[in-house]
């Protein structure tokens, strides 16, 4: 439970003095908010709640917490429980709710401040020098050293604004009389557009920041709750900002699953951030069903399968031409668009349903193909031919699932489904390997991610139980794109070895 906190609360266009009431707010990991007052507010009876309320987006409610004395502010507010009689109370669920030492002004905001926890393992923020006692007897036995440095933080200029990874020291500094320390280095990741931003839009950048780390780092791990910043009177105010999301995941990113360490891509960080906004508002499902096979893992197999296979459609629609440019493909329908023409039997009606049919086949080109043409340039080490073989698997099971509801001979749904499996394992590398190139990484890091990295194991795993690539010794894949060492020059008499 993040917050469960008695206060008072009030209407957010009212002064405290004109009618408060106490109640108490809950938020828990998931982001539902929820107030439960102990009466009715002003101008309120408790029958909202009763048969559930949707309140206008301007009504809005302020509030201070018990325990600590900080003020909330709750919008997007729904009646959804409550009772009218001698004691009426009303169930508020808010889909925003912002906690501040001040009253919250969160109309304009000017800074949205993302904590790392989790992902340390991905972006390294310092080093720790340890020294271990000494066993000698001479003194040094009983003292031990520990210094910390962080690295400098990074900025980049983007069009929107200014992005930020910055590095800090957290734990508690040792006084006179401790005897026990706790220090230890974390990160944030700081966005300040370029003009004040609502907090509809630093949500949107918060959940874009989270997708893009959940790839980048391999993990889907969940972001902390972010902290938003607005000036009042030249002084910068902040309020911790809470909204739904889905159940977290605490899973912290370690370093040999990580796609693209920050390290390898530092300088180019800050412009990924921008080309991975830009290409989701573009692209949009093309993007968002891979994503959703991440987030999601209770997917049965077809949908899993599907999911992809759609989406892949989806970018192939959107960054390439899916016209076909097959001469015999269009020969053969024009030819039959002729027949059409001159079959006198038929009605005016059919022959107009029977050119729509060939239109829209001479228009695109088979899924096969079009899945091809999407892969080949990131299938890294694949022979072009297993390549066709294996996106055409993958037309034919989409096929099947779409046109036949599953395998085309009833009683084969377990070897139909042993392939959609091992298919998709292998579609979802090659969709993944698709979007970090559509961020602008180039071949040579695909390289590093598919035949190299301590990662590149599933790659291999995944690519030969969909026969793409040969069932070899991982030495031997990796012979073909690392360098062997040279070979000792032979010694020359009178040389001496050192």
Not at 1 to 9: T, V
Not at 57 to 84: E, H, M, N, P
Not at 230 to 251: C, H, I, L, M, Q
Request: glycine letters at 8%.
């Amino acid at each position: 439970m993040e917050i469960h906190d008695h206060g008072h609360f009030w209407w957010a266009n009212e002064e405290l003095e004109e009618g408060s009431v106490a109640g108490l707010l809950t938020i828990d990991s998931s982001g539902l908010i929820q107030l439960e007052t102990h009466q009715t507010l002003p101008g309120r009876s408790g029958i909202g709640g009763v048969f559930g309320q949707t309140l206008d987006d301007s009504i809005a409610l302020f509030g201070c917490l018990k325990s600590d004395g900080r003020y909330v502010f709750l919008r997007g507010l729904t009646a959804s429980q409550g009772r009218a009689g001698i004691i009426s109370y009303e169930v508020f669920t808010a889909r925003e709710c912002f906690v501040s030492r001040k009253l919250p002004k969160v109309e304009e905001l000017s800074r949205l401040r993302i904590p790392l926890d989790g992902l340390q393992q991905w972006i390294r923020p310092g080093a720790i020098d340890f020294v271990r006692p000494s066993t000698t007897n001479d003194g040094d036995g009983n003292k031990l050293s520990a210094s910390f440095e962080l690295k400098s933080d990074d900025a980049w200029n983007i069009e929107s604004g200014q992005v930020e990874i910055v590095h800090c020291f957290t734990g508690n500094e040792p006084g006179l009389w401790t005897h026990s320390i706790n220090v230890a280095m974390s990160s944030h990741l700081v966005y300040s557009p370029a003009s004040v931003a609502t907090s509809e839009e630093m949500l949107a950048w918060y959940r874009a920041a989270q997708d893009l780390l959940m790839i980048l780092a391999n993990s889907n791990l969940t972001l902390k709750w972010p902290r938003v910043f607005w000036k009042d009177g030249g002084e910068d105010v902040s309020a911790d900002f809470y909204f739904r999301r889905n159940t977290p995941s605490s899973n912290e990113a370690r370093w040999h699953e990580i796609l693209l360490p920050y390290a390898r891509i530092r300088s180019a960080f800050g412009k990924m951030i921008e080309t991975w906004i830009d290409r989701r508002k573009n692209l949009g499902p093309g993007i968002n069903l891979y994503l959703g096979t991440r987030r999601n893992k209770a997917l049965y197999a077809e949908h899993y399968f599907v999911n992809l296979v759609w989406g892949l459609e989806a970018l192939a629609r959107r960054i390439d031409s899916s016209a076909s440019d097959d001469p015999k493909l269009k020969e053969k329908i024009q030819r039959l668009q002729a027949f059409v023409d001159g079959a006198e039997a038929l009605k005016s009606s059919d022959r107009r349903f029977l050119r729509g049919l060939l239109d829209s086949r001479s228009s695109e080109r088979p899924l096969s193909d079009r899945l091809y043409d999407l892969l080949r340039p990131v299938a890294i080490g694949i022979d072009d031919t297993k390549l066709k073989a294996f996106t055409k698997n993958c037309a034919d099971l989409r096929n099947d699932l779409s046109h036949h509801g599953g395998e085309r001979k009833s009683g084969d749904y377990e070897s139909f489904i042993s392939g959609v499996m091992k298919n998709s394992d292998a579609l979802s590398k090659l969709y993944l390997l698709l979007i970090v190139n559509l961020l602008g990484v180039e071949a040579e890091e695909l390289k590093n991610i598919v035949c190299r990295d301590p990662g590149s194991i599933a790659f291999k795993e995944s690519f030969i139980k969909a026969d793409l690539l040969p069932d070899v010794d991982l030495d031997k894949l990796l012979e073909l794109y690392v360098e062997k060492p040279s070979a000792p020059k032979p010694q020359a008499e009178g040389d001496v070895l050192l």
